[in-house]
Structure formats: structure tokens, C-alpha cells
T-cell receptor, first 114, second 114 residues
């Protein structure tokens, strides 16, 4: 079982470049999320999609856009990368956006912006 | 935004010792989750708690949902080297059930000396 798959695993960008982080889940989950992880700060929610066709901002959405392409896929786009976006990005999914539905995480994308 | 205070930040213990870590919030939560993250991987769910006072075990791990709904603890008994990693608490505030948004603690880094 693949679970949540993220690509790429590593990426280095120059300031101002753009890129899209891909995420797909094979668990037929309705809800998907993008988090970033920085040292000493835990995981912070960037954007989430409670169900196919909907997206909402999380705690730190500035500088990012998302697309819920279909039920399986949820992508995160950096239009003009900045050094402050150097981080580890995690995609997650849950059966539904409710309190009794734990998140399942991918293995992360490690992004460095120089 | 809401913050979770997780302590301790790090622990360095001898194999066989018991471990305890906790998380507190300033508001009432309706869900507490505990995750473990191994190097280079995404967080993996250890224990989920959904009721105040709930005490749940998963092997050598035991977690409790505090009576006040503002705290939770995780205990690991008889630690072994493979317990090494970062442990995160996460929770959902009352009223956030429809969005599924999780708030994460800063993490507790556990190191076990054989």
C-alpha cells in the first residue's frame, strides 16, 4: 500500500523560480492537506482541501497556491520561491475533515531556496 | 494562532528507562493525536484520543486525554533504541471539527542510549 506519495523528494530552487509539489493518495480519502515543517516549530498548515472541489487557507498560506486536481491528487505551487520557503513540505490525507479522522502523511519534499 | 506547548523539547535517556512527555493548550480540544517521526520520513500516527479522560495504550505506549481537555501526555515504557525519533502531539480545537485542521506541538526529540 503506497498511502500518500509525494514528488519530488528533494528540490533546490533559485529565488524567483517556480515549482509544483505533487501529492497523491490511494486510500480514497476525501480530505488532503499541505504542511511545512521547520526546526523547532512543529508542522504548520499551509492549505487544505476538505473535499474534492474545495480548498481553504491554513495558518501560513502566503506565497503558495494549491489545486485539488481530483480526489486523489492535491498539488502545492510556489510561484516565486523565496529563501523563507526553504523547508520540508508534507502532504497528508484523512478519510474526512472531521475530528475522528486521523491524518496520514507522506514522506516529505525537502526544498531549499538559494 | 493557537499554539500547543509540548515538553520537554528533547530527552536523552538510557535504554530501559520510561519516558513521559506532555502537551498543553490554551483552549479546549476535542481530539488529541500523538505522532512519531523517524529521520527522513513523515509523521506516523501512534495513538488517537477522542474523549476527555480517555486512556489508550499501543504496546509500550500509553496516552491520555486530559480531563480539562487542554492537555495530553504520552508515556513510553522500557524504552528501546528504535524509539529514537521526534514525537509530536497534535489536536483539534472545539469547533474545528468540520475543517479537520490539526494544530501541532513543537515536538520532543528522543534519543536512547543502548
Amino acid at each position: 500500500n503506497a498511502g500518500v506519495t509525494q514528488t519530488p523528494k528533494f528540490q533546490v530552487l533559485k529565488t524567483g523560480q517556480s515549482m509544483t509539489l505533487q501529492c497523491a493518495q490511494d486510500m480514497n480519502h476525501n480530505s488532503m492537506y499541505w504542511y511545512r515543517q521547520d526546526p523547532g516549530m512543529g508542522l504548520r498548515l499551509i492549505y487544505y482541501s476538505a473535499s474534492e472541489g474545495t480548498t481553504d487557507k491554513g495558518e501560513v498560506p502566503n506565497g503558495y497556491n494549491v489545486s485539488r486536481l481530483n480526489k486523489r491528487e492535491f498539488s502545492l505551487r510556489l510561484e516565486s520561491a523565496a529563501p523563507s520557503q526553504t523547508s520540508v513540505y508534507f502532504c497528508a490525507s484523512s478519510e474526512w475533515a472531521g475530528s475522528n479522522s486521523p491524518l496520514h502523511f507522506g514522506n516529505g519534499t525537502r526544498l531549499t531556496v538559494t | 494562532g493557537q499554539q500547543l506547548n509540548q515538553s520537554p523539547q528533547s530527552m536523552f535517556i538510557q535504554e530501559g528507562e520510561d519516558v513521559s512527555m506532555n502537551c498543553t493548550s490554551s483552549s479546549i480540544f476535542n481530539t488529541w493525536l500523538w505522532y512519531k517521526q523517524d529521520p527522513g520520513e513523515g509523521p506516523v500516527l501512534l495513538i488517537a484520543l477522542y474523549k476527555a479522560g480517555e486512556l489508550t495504550s499501543n504496546g509500550r505506549l500509553t496516552a491520555q486525554f486530559g480531563i480539562t481537555r487542554k492537555d495530553s501526555f504520552l508515556n513510553i515504557s522500557a524504552s528501546i533504541p528504535s524509539d529514537v525519533g521526534i514525537y509530536f502531539c497534535a489536536g483539534r480545537e472545539m469547533g474545528s471539527s468540520n475543517t479537520g485542521k490539526l494544530i501541532f506541538g513543537q515536538g520532543t526529540t528522543l534519543q536512547v542510549k543502548p
